[in-house]
C-alpha cells in the first residue's frame, strides 16, 4: 500500500453521534403502520410432551388476532437450518414452534398476534398447555451416562456428533516424556447478552410479491437465503435488512425461529407483524457460548519442550443444533497447537444432547476454549518441571524465520513474532519487580498472583472451502456525479467501527475527504451480496474487497484522465485525489471531475463502460493468526475469597492496524468478557433443566466497575494474507485475557497448594480451596 | 416484561393514600420508587390490581432534625440519604450504607420506605436500621404506631405491616459524643444486593463501649440485629481484645440462605469476617487510640 494519511489514524467512529443522541434505529424504532405484535408462549419445562393446547379462550381475547400452535405451522415453514456438516452429525428436527415435545425451558410453543404487545402478551396467560414433564438431564457428563433420560428418541445415547484430530506421533510422544500432565477442564457456558435483544420485523407486499424482514442480526445474506428455503418463496424476492443492530458476540450468527415465524405470519396475515424479544427471553432462547468439559493430557520433555497434547472433550449442545452449534468444537481442536511447536495433537469431541438452549458461536467461538486449555496447560506443566511460566513458553515458541509455521492441526500460521510480543509485556508489566513484590507480600500474608498468556487465534474467515457457507466477502465503491463516494460491503457492522475503518481505507486510496465517504450495509437490496460478520473478519475480508474496489476504481479513472489528457495512464501521478501528467503538474483533473465525465460519458475510451464504480469478491487464501499477550496481576483474599485485579498489560498484534481506537476499543470489550468468563459469568440450569440464571440479576455481566485499568500495547506484524496486511482483532481479547486471569488466580494461591481452578473464579470456590491447606511459608493472615 | 392490566392512581394527601388502600385491600399495593416492585409486576410475578402511587402526597420525604431524633420521610431517596450533609454529620451509617445501594439511577429512584417495606433479606438498609435502633411509624386507617426495627421484620419479604397500613416516617438517633459506625459487605455480582452486609454503630466513652448495635443483613430469611455479639462487647474496654473477639455467633440460631450465588456455611463465614471487620473500622472510626501490639 502507498504512504497513507487516514489509515493507521485515530479517527472518531463516525456511527457515535447518532448512536449517542438516540437518532440511529433499532429494529424496535422501525414503526409501520397497521403492525401487528406477536408473544410468544415458551416451555417452562426442560422436557414435557405437549398433550394439549387450548387457546379459545386467548382467540376470544379483544385485540388478538391469531394464536398458532406448533402442530399448525409445522408443514408451513421450513425446519431451523444448520450449516456446519460433519458425517457422524445427527440433526433433530427443530421447528419454529415445538410439535408435540418441548426439550428445553423457553423452547416456543404458541404464538398470540395481537394489535398491540399488551393484548399478545396478555393472550399467553389464556391459553392453556397440559404437558406430561418427562425426566430431563441437564449435565452432558451424565447425559451420555447409561440410564440417562433420552432426549431425542432416535439417538437414545444422546450423541450429536463425534469429531477427531489426530496428527503426529502421539504414542511415541507419551512414552518418550518426561512428565505426562493431566487436567481436567471446564468451560462454562455464557450467555452473550447483546444489549440490544433480538427482534424481527416483517412486512409482505402482495402487488410486488415481497417480503421485506427487519432482524437484528450479523448476516443479513445468509439470513435472506435461509428464509426464503424456509418459507418457500423465491430468493429474489425476499429482502432483508439488518438496522442498527446493538450488539451481537455471534448470538446473532444464526437464523432464528422467530425469524421464520415473523416472516410467515406477516405472509398469512399481510400485516406488518413484530416481535421483539425480551432479556428473559434472550437468556433463555439465545444461542449460549462454550459449554466444553475436558480431559488434556500434556506429553513433555525434562526441559519444558512439548512433545504432544492430547484433548478429549464433551461438547454441551443444548436440545437442538442451531446454524453453527456443531462446528464450534473442531475450532477448539484447529487451535490446539496454541502459540506452540506442539509435534503431535490429538482431539476428541463428543457433542452431546442436553435439555438446553443450543450452544453456537460466541465471541471467540471455539478459540477461548483451545487457547484456556493451552494456556492453563503450559502453567500446569511449569508448574509440575517448576520451571517459571515465561520460560517454558519460550522454549516452544517457533522462531519468526519459522513463518509459515504448519501445525500438527493442519493450519500454516501466516506470520508471526510471539517472543517479541511477551517480552514487550513483560517489560512493560515489569515482570521482574512484580515477582519481587509477590515474594515480599507473601510473606506479610497477602497473595498476589500473576499470570500470563501467549495467544494465537485464528481469524478472517476465511477461505471458502474451509467454512460452511462461503467465506469471502464482497465489496464495492462507487464515486457518484457529484464527487461522493458510496462504499457498499457485504459485511454487517454491528458496534466493530467499519463506517469509519472502511472510509479511512478509501479516502486513502481515491484521496477523497472522509466526509465525502459514505459506507452502506446491512440490506439484501442495496448490497448485491455478501456473507457478514463474524470470525474477525470483517476488516481483513470485507476491508480487503473494499480496497480492491476502490484499486479498480482508481485505474478507471486512470485510464479516463489518460484519455482526456491524451497521455499514456503510466505518465500520470496520483496525489491527493487527483491525477495530473508527470511534469506538467498544473495539468490534472480531481477524482470527482472525473467521475463527473465518467457520467456524462461524452469523452470516454472506446468500449469503456460509463460511470466511476467497481467492485470486487475477496476470496483470501487464508485464515490470519494474530497473537499476542496477556498479563494480569491479581490478589486474592483468602478469607473472603474475593479477587481484585491490580493490573492489566496487553500486547496484541492483529496485523496491520486501520484505526487504533477501533482496535484498543475492540480489546478493551474483549477483555472484559473474557474477565467475566473467568471470575463471574455463567449460565446455571438446575439439574432439572431448570434455568436459574434468567435475569441480569442472577446472570453477572461485567460493568465499567469490575474492569482494571487497561494498559494497552501492539506489535504490528503484517500478513501476507492481503494486501492490507490486517489480520482481525474482534476476538482477541477475550481469546487473550481468560486464561491470562485464572492463571493470575492459581499462581496467587500456590502457597495454598491450588493446582487448577474451575471458572467462574467466584469467591466460595477460592475460599474454599483456602480452607483445604494452611498457606505455605506464610504467616496466616486474619 | 409486559406487566398484566393494572389501574393507578396518585393521591395528593396521606388520608386519602390510606383509603384508597382500605378500599382495594389485597388488590392493591403501594408504588414508592418503583424498583422492587415495578420489576416483579413485569414478569408477572405481582399482579396488583391498582397501584397508589405515593409521590406526590406532600411531607412523605425529606430529612429534619427533631432534638436528638432524625426523622427521615418514608419516600426520601437513597441518593437524599447518601448525600445528605445532616445525616453526615449527626447518623453518617445510613450515608455510608445508601451510597453501596445499587448504582445511581436505583439510588435516585428507590426510598428507605419501599426498601424496608419490601424487606428483601439482602437488602442494604435494613442493617443500618436495625444496628442504630431506629424506629419506623406506620400510619393506619385509625391509629398510628412506633415500631422498633427489630420488631418490624418477621421472614422473607413479610413484615408486621398490615395490608393499610403505611411508612410514613424512619427516626434514628442524633449520635453524639465519641462513636464510630462502618457499613461492609460482600455484593452479589449481579444484583449488588448483600450476599453478606454487617453495619454497625458503637459508643465509646472513657475507652469503654458503652452502646453497640450490629445489623446483618443477607444471612438469613430477613435482617437481625446480632444480639449476642452486642451482648459480649458491651461495657467492655476497647483493646485488642476486644476488636479481635470472636464474632463466631454471629449466625446463633439464624438459618442461612442458600442460593447459587454462595450456600449456607459460606455466608455463615462471610458474616464472621464482615462482623469482625466492621467492628474493627467502626473502633478505628472512634478514633480510639490503641497501644500498638
Ligand atoms: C438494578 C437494581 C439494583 C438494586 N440494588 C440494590 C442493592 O444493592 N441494595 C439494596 O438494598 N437494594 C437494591 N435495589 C432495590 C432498591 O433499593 C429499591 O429501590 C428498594 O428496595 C425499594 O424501594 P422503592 O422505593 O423502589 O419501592 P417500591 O418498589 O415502590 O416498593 C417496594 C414495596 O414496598 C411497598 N412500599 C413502598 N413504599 C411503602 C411505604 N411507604 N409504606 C408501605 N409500603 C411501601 C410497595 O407496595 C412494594 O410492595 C436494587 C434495585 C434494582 C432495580
Not at chain 1, 466493530?496 to 450495509?521: M, R
Not at chain 1, 496486511?725 to 500456590?750: H, R
Request: hydrophobic share 40%; with cysteine; net charge neutral.
Amino acid at each position: 500500500m502507498p504512504v497513507s494519511k487516514m489509515v493507521g489514524a485515530k479517527v472518531k467512529r463516525r456511527e457515535d453521534p447518532r448512536l449517542i443522541s438516540g437518532l440511529a434505529h433499532y429494529v424496535d424504532d422501525i414503526i409501520l403502520p397497521n403492525t401487528l405484535h406477536v408473544a410468544i408462549l415458551r416451555s417452562p419445562y426442560a422436557h414435557a410432551r405437549i398433550k394439549s393446547i387450548e387457546t379459545d379462550a386467548a382467540l376470544k381475547q379483544p385485540g388478538v388476532v391469531a394464536v398458532i400452535t406448533g402442530a399448525e405451522i409445522r408443514d408451513k415453514i421450513g425446519l431451523i437450518p444448520v450449516a456446519s456438516d460433519n458425517p457422524s452429525l445427527r440433526v433433530p428436527k427443530h421447528y419454529v414452534l415445538a410439535v408435540d415435545k418441548v426439550c428445553y425451558v423457553g423452547e416456543g410453543v404458541v404464538a398470540a398476534v395481537a394489535e398491540d404487545r399488551y393484548a399478545a402478551r396478555d393472550a399467553l396467560d389464556l391459553i392453556r398447555v397440559d404437558y406430561e414433564p418427562l425426566p430431563a438431564v441437564s449435565d452432558p457428563e451424565k447425559a451420555l451416562a447409561a440410564g440417562s433420560p433420552v432426549i431425542h428418541s432416535e439417538w437414545p445415547d444422546n450423541v450429536a456428533f463425534r469429531w477427531s484430530l489426530k496428527q503426529g506421533n502421539l504414542a511415541g510422544a507419551f512414552k518418550e516424556a518426561h512428565k505426562v500432565v493431566r487436567q481436567r477442564l471446564v468451560h462454562q457456558r455464557l450467555a452473550p447478552i447483546a444489549i440490544e435483544p433480538r427482534g424481527v420485523l416483517a412486512r409482505y407486499l402482495p402487488g410486488e410479491k415481497e417480503l421485506t424482514l427487519w432482524s437484528s442480526t450479523q448476516i443479513p445474506h445468509l439470513l435472506k437465503t435461509q428464509l426464503s428455503l424456509m418459507l418457500k418463496l423465491p430468493e429474489n424476492h425476499v429482502r432483508v435488512i439488518a438496522p442498527e443492530v446493538g450488539g451481537g458476540f455471534g448470538s446473532k450468527l444464526n437464523v432464528y425461529a422467530e425469524e421464520g415465524l415473523i416472516g410467515y405470519l406477516a405472509l398469512k396475515l399481510n400485516r406488518p407483524v413484530k416481535w421483539i424479544e425480551g432479556r428473559r427471553e434472550n437468556i433463555q432462547t439465545t444461542i449460549h457460548g462454550r459449554g466444553q468439559v475436558g480431559e488434556a493430557e500434556v506429553a513433555v520433555k525434562k526441559d519444558g519442550t512439548i512433545l504432544g497434547l492430547q484433548y478429549k472433550v464433551i461438547a454441551d449442545i443444548g436440545a437442538y443444533h442451531q446454524l453453527l452449534t456443531p462446528g464450534i468444537p473442531p475450532l477448539t481442536g484447529l487451535m490446539l497447537s496454541g502459540s506452540y511447536k506442539i509435534p503431535a495433537i490429538a482431539m476428541e469431541i463428543t457433542g452431546v444432547f442436553t435439555n438446553k438452549m443450543a450452544t453456537d458461536a460466541y465471541r471467540g467461538a471455539g478459540r477461548p476454549e483451545a487457547t484456556y486449555v493451552v494456556e492453563r496447560m503450559m502453567d500446569r506443566v511449569a508448574q509440575e518441571l517448576g520451571m517459571m511460566p515465561v520460560e517454558i513458553r519460550k522454549k516452544n515458541f517457533p522462531k519468526p524465520k519459522e513463518f509459515p509455521f504448519k501445525t500438527a492441526t493442519g493450519l500454516a500460521y501466516d506470520s508471526g513474532n510471539y517472543q517479541a510480543a511477551l517480552d514487550k509485556a513483560l517489560k512493560l508489566a515489569g515482570y521482574e519487580k512484580l515477582r519481587r513484590e509477590q515474594k515480599k507480600l507473601r510473606s506479610q500474608g497477602r497473595y498476589l498472583g500473576i499470570g500470563l498468556s501467549t495467544y494465537v487465534e485464528i481469524c478472517a474467515m476465511g477461505p471458502s472451502a474451509a467454512m460452511p457457507a462461503g467465506g469471502w466477502e464482497y465489496g464495492a465503491v462507487r464515486v457518484e456525479p457529484t464527487g461522493k463516494v458510496t462504499v457498499l460491503t457485504g459485511v454487517s457492522p454491528h458496534g466493530q467501527g467499519q463506517e469509519t475503518s472502511f472510509a479511512q481505507i478509501v479516502a486513502d486510496q481515491l484521496g477523497v475527504d472522509l466526509d465525502d465517504i459514505t459506507v452502506i450495509h446491512g440490506d439484501t437490496s442495496v448490497v448485491p451480496s455478501g456473507i457478514g460478520t463474524f470470525g474477525s473478519r470483517a476488516t481483513a475480508v470485507g476491508g480487503t474487497a473494499i480496497y480492491q474496489a476502490a484499486e479498480k476504481v482508481k485505474e478507471k479513472a486512470r485510464e479516463i484522465a489518460a484519455h482526456l489528457f491524451e497521455a499514456d495512464p503510466e505518465d500520470l501521478n496520483f496525489s491527493e485525489g487527483r491525477f495530473s501528467v508527470k511534469g506538467v503538474p498544473k495539468k490534472g483533473l480531481t477524482i470527482q471531475q472525473i467521475a463527473l465525465e465518467a457520467h456524462m460519458a461524452r469523452k470516454l475510451p472506446k468500449k469503456m463502460e460509463p460511470g466511476l464504480s467497481a467492485t470486487s469478491v475477496f476470496e483470501p487464501s487464508n485464515f490470519t493468526f494474530p497473537f499476542g499477550t496477556h498479563i494480569c496481576v491479581v490478589e486474592v483474599e483468602p478469607q473472603t475469597g474475593r479477587v481484585e485485579i491490580k493490573k492489566y498489560v496487553a500486547v496484541d498484534d492483529c496485523g496491520r492496524v486501520i484505526n487504533p481506537l477501533l482496535v484498543d476499543g475492540q480489546i478493551q470489550g474483549g477483555i472484559a468478557q473474557g474477565l467475566g468468563q473467568a471470575l463471574f459469568e455463567e449460565v446455571v440450569y438446575d439439574e432439572n433443566g431448570q434455568l436459574l440464571t434468567s435475569s441480569l440479576m442472577d446472570y453477572a455481566l461485567p460493568r465499567a466497575v469490575d474492569l482494571p485499568h487497561l494498559d494497552l500495547a501492539r506489535t504490528e506484524t503484517p500478513t501476507p494474507v492481503n494486501p492490507l496486511g490486517v489480520k482481525g482483532v474482534g476476538e482477541a481479547g477475550t481469546i487473550g485475557s481468560t486464561p491470562a486471569i485464572v492463571n493470575a488466580v492459581v499462581d496467587a494461591l500456590v502457597p495454598f497448594g491450588v493446582t487448577h481452578i474451575d471458572m467462574p473464579l467466584k469467591p466460595e470456590k477460592i475460599w474454599r480451596l483456602c480452607q483445604t491447606k494452611e498457606p505455605a511459608q506464610a504467616r496466616g493472615g486474619r | 416484561m409486559i406487566p398484566a392490566p393494572f389501574d393507578y392512581v396518585r393521591p395528593t394527601t396521606l388520608d386519602e393514600a390510606i383509603r384508597l388502600l382500605a378500599a382495594n385491600g389485597d388488590e392493591a399495593k403501594l408504588l414508592a420508587g418503583g424498583h422492587s416492585l415495578l420489576p416483579l409486576v413485569k414478569l408477572r410475578l405481582a399482579n396488583p390490581k391498582i397501584l397508589i402511587d405515593l409521590s406526590r402526597i406532600s411531607g412523605l420525604s425529606g430529612i429534619r432534625q427533631e432534638g436528638d431524633q432524625i426523622i427521615i420521610g418514608a419516600l426520601t431517596t437513597h441518593y437524599e440519604i447518601e448525600s445528605s450533609e445532616l445525616l453526615k454529620q449527626a447518623c453518617p451509617l445510613l450515608p455510608e450504607t445508601a451510597r453501596m445501594i445499587g448504582d445511581v439511577q436505583v439510588r435516585n429512584r428507590g426510598t428507605i420506605g419501599g426498601s424496608l417495606a419490601h424487606a428483601d433479606p439482602a437488602a442494604d438498609l435494613p442493617a443500618a436500621i436495625l444496628a442504630l435502633g431506629a424506629e419506623l411509624r406506620l400510619t393506619g386507617s385509625d391509629d398510628e404506631r412506633w415500631i422498633k426495627g427489630e420488631d418490624f421484620f418477621l421472614d422473607l419479604m413479610t413484615t408486621v405491616l398490615k395490608p393499610t397500613e403505611i411508612i410514613t416516617e424512619i427516626r434514628v438517633p442524633v449520635l453524639s459524643g465519641r462513636f464510630g459506625t462502618a457499613y461492609l459487605k460482600m455484593p452479589q455480582k449481579a444484583s449488588g444486593f448483600a450476599i453478606v452486609g454487617v453495619a454497625v454503630w458503637i459508643k465509646v466513652e472513657d475507652k469503654a463501649c458503652t452502646a453497640i448495635g450490629v445489623g446483618v443483613t443477607g444471612l438469613g430469611a430477613k435482617p437481625f440485629r446480632a444480639k449476642e455479639v452486642e451482648k459480649k462487647l458491651w461495657g467492655k474496654r476497647i483493646d485488642h481484645t476486644f476488636i479481635d473477639a470472636d464474632a463466631s455467633h454471629v449466625d446463633h440460631g439464624i438459618d442461612p440462605l442458600d442460593d447459587i450465588h454462595a450456600s449456607a456455611p459460606f455466608r455463615a463465614h462471610l458474616a464472621r469476617v464482615y462482623t469482625h471487620r466492621a467492628i474493627q473500622e467502626a473502633v478505628k472510626r472512634a478514633g480510639v487510640s490503641m497501644p500498638s501490639r
